[in-house]
């Protein structure tokens, strides 16, 4: 089974911090998701990434988030001013071609304190 | 909206026995994928349904899709204790839209 890669697995922030989830997506794969679980509740889809641009975004996903895929390699998640309902795992998630499998990464875990 | 609801939301068994959760969602799909979930952990991908599918089978999993009944039902024969996780069910829309929308899942407890 190919494996997405995620870090860190878990981090702790103050309120107001700004956090970097790091992805590892699987080689030759080209959509790249990020989804998050808040504890107890649903998987919610937040932002897709192809051909380097977004290409879809939830209501979640505003301005406090950003992605990028800065080598061409890691995909990451940016949280700019965390605030306490940003606790979540987050999920980095891929997928080789529109239509396929989409895996998913064994998460972080954010606790803003 | 487009949504994956499984039900039973729990479902405790006994080691051996079947175990089938289903899975309701509300506008038509490309795709139907099933989950597991151990608790704090990852998302594992087990099966892929396309739109033009009625069942696939992988192992001990058999899943089926009703796309009239906007339904999917997930079957784990003869269970395991490591099959103990919850499981979801996720669907992917028609226009152009790869994201999937979750349901709630199915806490499934296999008793040794």
């Known amino acids: 089974e190919p494996e997405v890669t995620q870090t860190p697995s878990h981090q702790v922030t103050q309120m107001g911090q700004e956090v970097i989830l790091r992805c590892v997506p699987i080689?030759?794969?080209?959509?790249f998701y990020w989804y998050r679980q808040i504890l107890g509740q649903k998987v919610e889809f937040l932002v897709s990434f192809y051909n380097n641009e977004i290409s879809e975004k939830s209501e979640i996903f505003d301005d406090q988030f950003s992605v990028e895929r800065p080598d061409g390699s890691n995909f990451t998640l940016k949280i700019r001013s965390t605030k306490l309902e940003d606790s979540a795992m987050y999920f980095c998630?891929?997928?080789?071609?529109?239509?396929?499998?989409?895996?998913f990464g064994e998460g972080s875990w954010l606790t803003v304190v | 909206s487009q949504q994956g609801e499984e039900d039973p939301q729990a479902l405790s068994i006994q080691e051996g026995e079947n175990a089938t959760m289903n899975c309701s969602y509300k506008?038509?799909?490309?795709?139907l994928q099933w989950y597991r979930q151990n608790s704090g952990r990852g998302l594992v991908h087990l099966i892929l349904?396309?739109?033009?599918?009625r069942e696939k089978h992988s192992g001990r999993l058999r899943v089926t899709l009703d796309t009239s009944k906007k339904s999917s039902s997930l079957l784990i024969t003869a269970s395991r204790a490591a099959d103990t996780a919850s499981y979801f069910c996720?669907?992917?829309?028609?226009?152009?839209?790869?994201?999937?929308?979750f349901g709630k899942g199915t806490k499934l407890t296999v008793n040794p």
């Open positions: 506008t038509s799909i490309n795709n």
């Open positions: 998630a891929t997928q080789m071609g529109s239509g396929n499998t989409i895996y």
């Open positions: 080689s030759n794969h080209l959509y």
């Open positions: 996720a669907t992917d829309g028609l226009g152009g839209s790869e994201k999937l929308v």
């Open positions: 349904i396309r739109s033009n599918e």
